[in-house]
């Protein structure tokens, strides 16, 4: 059983397209998280989410925006995509929120090719 | 910025013990030690954390010194599948503190 799934796992796109990248983990966890890590292998925050509040990293761009239809699924969507956007993107997810010490559960990636 | 400091790649040979150091002198009272490793083109993968005792499961133990200004873990038997980046996190708790900020890593590479 997969824990966290991602999708779609591989991504090619035009710039200025819009797209989305799904999340979903079956693990019950309350809090869902998206990374970046870029070609560089920088792996970093850029949301951590739970039903009562959302946590931006200031770094990232208003151009992406995470949307949970429930407490299962947190999907990223990006408008209007750069080159500089071009990355592989990971969920997690874990029990509570970042007031606890539990750790987090990532997904298997999503790798965004940005053309 | 990370606040841990390790080095950029190790060595181990396979059934050995490998030994991956973490400075973090910086560490505050109510800040943890996480370990997570990233196997190449996979998700980051949880191992173990810590407060200030050591701690051992099935995966691994997480030595931190007295200070707790620095940390090692420790894979007691290393097997050619723990080749992997290794990330040592220090950790606080409550709104972005919580979040896990990931630095460069340790390269491990298990030989036969």
């Known amino acids: 059983d997969t824990a966290v799934s991602q999708t779609p796992k591989y991504l090619v796109t035009q710039m200025g397209n819009d797209k989305s990248i799904k999340c979903e983990q079956n693990?019950?966890?309350?809090?869902m998280y998206w990374y970046k890590q870029d070609s560089k292998k920088f792996l970093k925050i850029m949301f951590s989410y739970n039903n009562k509040e959302l946590i931006i990293n200031e770094t990232v761009p208003n151009r992406f925006s995470p949307k949970s239809p429930d407490k299962a699924h947190l999907n990223l969507h990006i408008n209007s995509l750069e080159l500089g956007d071009s990355a592989v993107y990971f969920c997690?997810?874990?029990?509570?929120?970042?007031?606890?010490?539990?750790?987090?559960?990532f997904g298997p990636g999503t790798r965004l090719t940005v053309t | 910025d990370a606040k841990t400091t390790q080095p950029t790649s190790m060595d181990c040979a396979e059934g050995r013990a490998a030994n991956l150091p973490c400075n973090h002198s910086?560490?505050?009272?109510?800040?943890?030690v996480y370990w997570y490793r990233q196997i190449h083109s996979q998700g980051p993968q949880y191992i173990i954390h810590?407060?200030?005792n050591n701690e051992t499961n099935e995966m691994a133990s997480l030595i931190i010194t007295e200070d707790r200004k620095s940390s090692t873990l420790i894979l007691p038997h290393a097997t050619l599948r723990d080749t992997a980046v290794y990330y040592c996190?220090?950790?606080?708790?409550?709104?972005?503190?919580?979040?896990?900020?990931f630095g460069k890593g340790t390269k491990l590479s298990v030989k036969p």
């Open positions: 810590g407060l200030k």
């Open positions: 693990l019950g966890h309350d809090t």
């Open positions: 997690a997810s874990s029990r509570r929120g970042w007031r606890e010490t539990y750790e987090q559960y």
């Open positions: 910086t560490i505050s009272g109510n800040e943890y």
């Open positions: 996190i220090v950790r606080g708790i409550g709104g972005s503190q919580g979040n896990l900020i």
